[in-house]
């Protein structure tokens, strides 16, 4: 219910991702251990932040996926966002070939389970987490108490 309110009221085009990136049975909600689109994603993310470009990487791609793109995974949807976050398809998927990046994904879950949460957006500031990005002016406002600024 949440990404689709937070979608209308930020203006943001939003619909079922097809194909989903988590694969799973809807009905059962059995968890698919074949994971080819989260596990494609996820490494990409890993190697957008190294090259510093992780947000940009985040909002186009999430966009193309929950805008109602049919397909997005298919032919060169997927090139053209990473494109407008900056970045290059082709070489980002050559460094993850002959990458550690699973690695990055396994210690990010852990420090995420160390503050006590599951899911994402999750921010932690001095051990305190901040769930969801509706949380991010709260977040802020403890940065600012803390006398961190812009």
Request: proline content about 5%; overall charge negative; charged content about 30%.
């Amino acid at each position: 219910m949440d990404w689709k309110r937070r979608a209308e009221f930020l203006g943001m085009p939003n619909d079922w991702p097809s194909p989903d990136p988590f694969v799973q049975n809807i009905e059962t909600l059995k968890i698919s251990d074949d994971q080819p689109y989260i596990y494609r994603l996820s490494h990409l993310g890993v190697e957008a932040q190294r090259l510093s470009r992780g947000v940009e990487f985040a909002s186009e791609v999430s966009r193309l996926i929950w805008d109602g793109c049919k397909g997005w995974d298919q032919g060169e949807h997927l090139k053209h966002a990473v494109e407008r976050a900056g970045l290059d398809l082709e070489s980002m998927e050559r460094e993850i070939a002959q990458g550690d990046h699973r690695e990055d994904i396994e210690h990010n879950h852990e420090l995420l389970e160390r503050a006590g949460h599951w899911g994402v957006p999750t921010f932690v500031f001095n051990g305190e987490p901040f769930f969801g990005q509706d949380r991010i002016d709260t977040l802020c406002w403890r940065l600012d108490q803390n006398g961190l600024r812009k």
